[in-house]
């Protein structure tokens, strides 16, 4: 990575945490982050998955990199959402928990929670 994140530290620290968004019908966020050596497939020196799931443990969306995306042959930034994959580019630890929570936001008002 060529800039300092400062934002990495409180990324990590995440790691292994499960909070939940709604209570009344069961949604649930979960972070797995760790630093990884930096390599083309993750040249940013994380390995992450950060997911929203329905009561059921339904994954509703993710952001991760921990596997090639279909029709690649490399691993690779991408978002889940529902049944879709489409790539995505990492900026830095605090651009992706915004744009997490901002798809999470999304999908709770969709389904009436927001």
Do not use: C
């Not at 940013?44 to 443990?57: C, D, E, I, P, V």
């Not at 995505?88 to 915004?98: G, N």
């Amino acid at each position: 990575m060529g800039n300092l994140d400062r934002s990495l530290d409180g990324l990590l620290d995440l790691n292994g945490l499960i909070l939940v968004v709604d209570e009344l019908a069961g949604h649930w966020v979960k972070f797995d982050v760790w630093q990884v050596p930096a390599s083309v497939e993750r040249p940013h020196g994380l390995s992450y998955s950060l997911t929203l799931h329905a009561a059921s443990g339904e994954r509703l969306a993710g952001f991760d990199n921990a596997h090639k995306v279909k029709g690649s042959k490399e691993t690779q930034d991408h978002i889940h959402r529902f049944k879709t994959v489409k790539p995505y580019e990492y900026k830095d630890a605090a651009a992706l928990l915004e744009d997490f929570w901002a798809v999470v936001d999304v999908i709770l008002k969709e389904r009436g929670i927001l």
